[in-house]
Structure formats: structure tokens, C-alpha cells
């Protein structure tokens, strides 16, 4: 009766589990995408004043984005898994920072 009583704990458990994993990834790429963004305008790879021009409209958006997702999930009965989606909507903006960082260097 044991293992069964660890695999519905363990079942129980995975959803905010992965949410960390997820989250803990997001703070990972994040990081490398400020490396890149610094490197880049360091060294003249990026022109920083438009990379610089870039950066706050882009967090604007993403914060009405996620707040759109919030309401969403909320209006539809999802309520539960808004942070995963508001994790899932910043990973595929990071994502898409790093590629084009990364095409320009």
C-alpha cells in the first residue's frame, strides 16, 4: 500500500514541479539573453541605442499579454493553469530574443 500511497503524492506533486522546472529554465534563459543583449551592445554588434529602444515596449507587451492570458484562463475555468501559461508566453518571448540575438552576433 506504500507505493501507491508515494505515486499519488508523486502525482499530486508533478504539476507544481514541472511549473518550477519551467519557471527555473525561465530565469536560466533570461539570464543568457541579458548576457547576450550586454555582449552585443558591448561590442557593437547590436547598435544599443535600438536594442535599448527595444527592450521596454517589449516588456510592456508582454505584461498585457500575460495579463490577458491571467483573464483568460480565469474567464474560462483555467484559473489553475495561468501561471503555467503566463511562464509558457514569457519562455516563447525569451526564445525568440535569444534567436535574434544570436542571428545578429
Known amino acids: 500500500m506504500y507505493p ?7 502525482s499530486f506533486q508533478r504539476p507544481w514541479l514541472d511549473l518550477w522546472l519551467a519557471s527555473a529554465r ?3 534563459e533570461s539570464q543568457a539573453v541579458v548576457g ?3 555582449f552585443g551592445m558591448a561590442t557593437g554588434s ?3 541605442a535600438h536594442e535599448a529602444g527595444l527592450m521596454v515596449p517589449e516588456k510592456l507587451g508582454a505584461l498585457a499579454d500575460a495579463q490577458y492570458v491571467i483573464a483568460r484562463a ?4 483555467r484559473g489553475s493553469y495561468a501561471a503555467e501559461d503566463v511562464v509558457r508566453l514569457y519562455r516563447r ?3 525568440a530574443n ?8
Open 46 to 48: 547590436v547598435p544599443a
Open 93 to 95: 518571448r525569451v526564445r
Open 98 to 105: 535569444r534567436r535574434r540575438l544570436t542571428r545578429l552576433g
Open 74 to 77: 480565469a474567464l474560462t475555468g
Open 36 to 38: 547576450l543583449r550586454l
Open 26 to 28: 525561465l530565469g536560466i
Open 4 to 10: 501507491s500511497a508515494l505515486a499519488s503524492f508523486a
